[in-house]
């Protein structure tokens, strides 16, 4: 059970848009439609953000959005703000288990 | 609201056995999901340890698997976690989360607890 690939760190400026991937296999992300995201703040615990590759839970801004094409998810964070400044790591489903992404750092310039 | 609180104790020494308690309130956990344990190494990313449904069916990380057990107590409304033979790679901070069986995703978190290994 490998972690999944992220790249280590995005950057984007205040109103633009980044997209973060997430690359696993056809055993995890390209297996099945259960890939979520978390955002992490420092010192802070994560926070779903979005489930089921494209599902956003009740209070999450509808800036974020989820897609899947073959092994690789990615998180598309629209209209950047400051305080999408955090870590983002995605998980997946796999044969009973889950598996986390390596985290990406995204930095707003 | 559904809200997680981990305890137990910081600092256990190497080889013993790593032991975490997490309370839930506003939900029974007898009523459903599956409740989980992930670490975060200082500075790094998340891990999943394991989960476990309400009914008893437990899923570990194959990395793990030998070393960790997880269990429910109903009466309490707690999940606990142990951790046996530990080394200063266990040094982390352990989160306790519900799992949503459906998804899965982990949709509440505790905030965390530092565990370090140390003699």
């Known amino acids: 059970q490998s972690a999944l690939t992220q790249p280590a760190s995005v950057s984007g400026s205040p109103g633009q848009s980044i997209t973060i991937s997430c690359t696993g296999t056809s055993s995890d992300v390209g297996g099945y439609n259960y890939v979520s995201w978390y955002q992490q703040h420092p010192g802070k615990a994560p926070k779903l953000m979005i489930y089921?590759?494209?599902n956003r839970p009740s209070g999450v801004s509808n800036r974020f959005s989820g897609s899947k094409s073959g092994n690789t998810a990615s998180l598309t964070i629209s209209g950047l703000q400051a305080e999408d400044e955090a870590d983002y790591y995605c998980s997946s489903y796999s044969s009973s288990s889950r598996v986390f992404g390596g985290g990406t750092k995204l930095t707003v310039l | 609201q559904v809200q997680l609180q981990e305890s137990g104790p910081g600092l256990v020494k190497p080889s013993e056995t790593l032991s975490l308690s997490c309370t839930v309130s506003g939900y029974s956990i007898s009523s459903g999901y599956y409740w989980g344990w992930i670490r975060q190494p200082p500075g790094k990313g998340l891990e999943w340890i394991g989960s476990m449904y309400h009914s008893g069916s437990t899923f570990y990380n194959p990395s793990l698997k030998s070393r960790v057990t997880i269990s429910l107590d109903t009466s309490k409304n707690q999940f606990s976690l142990k951790l046996t033979s530990v080394t200063a790679a266990d040094t982390a901070v352990y989160y306790c989360a519900r799992d949503v069986p459906a998804a899965p995703a982990f949709d509440y978190w505790g905030q965390g607890t530092l565990v370090t290994v140390s003699s």
């Open positions: 089921d590759v494209t």
